[in-house]
């Protein structure tokens, strides 16, 4: 069993700065890209940025110059730094692993694991 845990998120006011944190636990041999998405009131969810286990990172066009997505290796921990945040941030941001478990290591299958999500409300 593999859990993703996210905290950090809160109420800000637009313009301000939040930090989300996601730390994956459990039957883990390694985790490969790692990511956050967000989904607010009546839309689809959608791609926030990505990191690979190597740093490559890869963003959305609305999070860039304002998100930066970094990942702890060793704490299986992944950030995303939000400044300069706008009332349209406004979302349930989730965090997003792909995952080699001790049960999947012999067929070395990566498989989707997603947190419960955290709220990010922006006041304008």
């Known amino acids: 069993q593999v859990q993703l845990v996210e905290s950090g998120g809160g109420l800000v006011q637009a313009g301000g700065s939040l930090r989300l944190s996601c730390a994956a636990s459990?039957?883990?041999?390694?985790?490969?890209?790692m990511g956050w998405y967000r989904q607010a009131p009546g839309k689809q969810r959608e791609l926030v940025a990505t990191?690979?286990?190597?740093?490559?990172?890869n963003y959305a066009d609305f999070a860039k110059g304002r998100f930066a997505i970094s990942r702890d290796n060793a704490k299986n921990t992944v950030y995303l730094q939000m400044n300069s945040l706008k009332a349209e941030d406004t979302a349930v941001y989730y965090c997003?692993?792909?995952?080699?478990?001790?049960?999947?290591?012999?067929?070395?299958?990566?498989?989707?694991?997603w947190g419960q999500g955290t709220q990010v409300t922006v006041s304008s």
């Open positions: 459990g039957s883990i041999f390694s985790v490969s890209a």
């Open positions: 990191i690979t286990s190597g740093d490559s990172t």
């Open positions: 997003h692993g792909d995952i080699v478990t001790f049960q999947t290591l012999g067929s070395g299958k990566k498989v989707d694991y």
